[in-house]
T-cell receptor
Framework: KAGVTQTPRYLIKTRGQQVTLSCSPISGHRSVSWYQQTPGQGLQFLFEYFSETQRNKGNFPGRFSGRQFSNSRSEMNVSTLELGDSALYLC??????????????FGSGTRLTVV | DAKTTQPPSMDCAEGRAANLPCNHSTISGNEYVYWYRQIHSQGPQYIIHGLKNNETNEMASLIITEDRKSSTLILPHATLRDTAVYYCTYKTSYDKVIFGPGTSLSVIP
């Protein structure tokens, strides 16, 4: 079956612009999490959505936002881009059931470069 | 937030077993231990997870100590393709997954 799909793969934006990244989880997966990865900070948790509700949020400024649609697809938005937002943005999906814990399946990421 | 401690780097000879340790002393009773690896800026790949029993799958084995405060991931016959950063983490159903710096494993020919 298809894996986690993130679009676009690469993106170049200018400071001050905004950007929207998309993630399509594995069919049947209801939980979607977003991570930012930079060489200096490693993998940092942004937020997690389950059944269209934000369940957890990391320590990022309000410029970073996300949402999940009824088909479990998710988008994240970064407004007023800064140079420091340049990173690999990773999306991960899981079944996210209450009783049984499953691992995450990650997408290949979107490489965002802010110039 | 879940906190784990791993050595920053390890070497392993090709064909030998790679044993990667992880300390998770603050884990509580209903939190699962997960292992992932990341190869050269690809998305992390799930390897294995467990609660308190040892687990084995086609990729690796997971040994969890009886007090659950530490675990070891075992790659039984390491190959060059196992060179990656290995992350140990843990979470409950509703908790977020926090990744530490991980262990950079180098498999040497």
């Amino acid at each position: 079956k298809a894996g986690v799909t993130q679009t676009p793969r690469y993106l170049i934006k200018t400071r001050g612009q905004q950007v929207t990244l998309s993630c399509s989880p594995i069919s049947g997966h209801r939980s979607v999490s977003w991570y930012q990865q930079t060489p200096g900070q490693g993998l940092q948790f942004l937020f997690e959505y389950f059944s269209e509700t934000q369940r957890n949020k990391g320590n990022f400024p309000g410029r970073f936002s996300g949402r999940q649609f009824s088909n479990s697809r998710s988008e994240m938005n970064v407004s007023t881009l800064e140079l420091g937002d340049s990173a690999l943005y990773l999306c991960a999906s899981s079944l996210g059931t209450i009783v049984i814990n499953y691992g995450y399946t990650f997408g290949s990421g979107t490489r965002l470069t802010v110039v | 937030d879940a906190k784990t401690t791993q050595p920053p780097s390890m070497d392993c000879a090709e064909g030998r077993a790679a044993n990667l340790p992880c300390n998770h002393s603050t884990i509580s009773g209903n939190e699962y231990v997960y292992w992932y690896r990341q190869i050269h800026s690809q998305g992390p790949q799930y390897i294995i997870h467990g609660l308190k029993n040892n687990e084995t799958n086609e990729m690796a084995s997971l040994i969890i100590t009886e007090d659950r405060k530490s675990s070891t991931l075992i790659l039984p016959h390491a190959t060059l393709r196992d060179t990656a950063v290995y992350y140990c983490t843990y979470k409950t159903s509703y908790d977020k997954v926090i990744f530490g710096p991980g262990t950079s494993l180098s498999v040497i020919p």
